[in-house]
């Protein structure tokens, strides 16, 4: 809900977020964020959550007839692609790193994110000028394919019959033809 919450207070950061879908090709014109109250059948069995909130996102799309825009539709976030909910999600921490130079550590970051994407988050902060640095976990090989990724930044591990995970760099293998 950081997200959600931040849309909600900073109109530069939703205009942030809006590039970024854009830039990736997810056609979202608009963004607003509704808070609502908790169902009252909940805050019956769990009073202590009576004054929290929910906030629901909702996307504004075009609607195109043969010729062009006609008109814009809202849709609720439940409508959304699972990996465009999930994107949502994980960008504030995403343009806070790009923004300030921060450390991100993300476990399973392929899940629920089309491989594209994760190219273009990776490429994003590799052209970071604020020295941006993502460590992330995947079990993606795609995502090596990342032609700006040097020996260095690849590390693998590995589990022993005993349980232990060992941890070891692409760099302490010959490799043919990387450059």
Request: glycine share 2%; hydrophobic share 40%.
């Amino acid at each position: 809900n950081y997200t959600k919450k931040r849309i909600m207070k900073d109109r530069s950061f939703k205009d942030k977020i809006l590039k970024f879908l854009n830039q990736i090709d997810i056609p979202v014109k608009n963004l607003r964020v509704e808070e609502k109250s908790l169902p009252a059948a909940l805050i019956e069995q769990m009073p202590q959550f009576k004054d929290e909130k929910i906030q629901s996102v909702q996307f504004e799309h075009d609607v195109y007839d043969g010729e062009g825009v006609i008109d814009s539709v809202w849709f609720d976030e439940n409508i959304e692609s699972e990996w465009t909910r999930t994107l949502l999600n994980i960008l504030w921490p995403i343009l806070d790193t790009l923004d300030r130079g921060w450390i991100l550590l993300v476990d399973e970051f392929n899940s629920s994110l089309h491989v594209h994407l994760c190219d273009f988050i990776v490429q994003k902060i590799q052209d970071s000028n604020h020295n941006a640095q993502f460590i992330f976990a995947t079990h993606d090989t795609n995502i090596l394919s990342n032609s700006e990724l040097t020996k260095d930044q690849i590390w693998f591990t590995e589990r022993d019959k005993c349980g232990a995970t060992d941890l070891f760099s692409l760099s302490d293998f010959e490799i043919r033809n990387w450059e």
